[in-house]
């Protein structure tokens, strides 16, 4: 079973994935649904960014991807994300309440 939720796998420059992925309440028919959505990221693959979306978050029902074009730019609300998504991350490596994952 899939949450019906957007998601886009986004190749920003050669080696760096990223992939946004609209929120489980975001209002449905929004103009651009990423103005409801968090994005994960950068990974070094695309192979690496689906595996996190699969170990981390309930199956979306599908998504599209977008390898890198050279001049691509990100646009003010991909830089806003990705913003959001290095905050994050280096939020979590500073907690004293990390999980750590068993191998």
């Not at 899939?2 to 886009?8: D, F, I, K």
Request: hydrophobic share 30%; aromatic share 14%; proline share 7%.
């Amino acid at each position: 079973m899939s949450t019906n939720s957007e998601c886009s796998f986004v190749e920003v420059k050669r080696g760096e994935w990223w992939y946004v992925l609209e929120d489980y309440h975001a209002p449905k028919n929004a103009w651009d649904w990423r103005e409801y959505a968090t994005a994960y990221g950068p990974f070094s693959t695309l192979d690496v960014a689906t595996g996190h979306l699969s170990r981390n978050h309930a199956n979306p029902g599908g998504w599209s991807e977008s390898p890198y074009k050279p001049g691509y730019k990100p646009d003010d609300i991909m830089k806003k994300l990705m913003r959001a998504a290095n905050r994050r991350k280096k939020a979590q490596a500073s907690s004293p309440y990390r999980v750590l994952r068993l191998r």
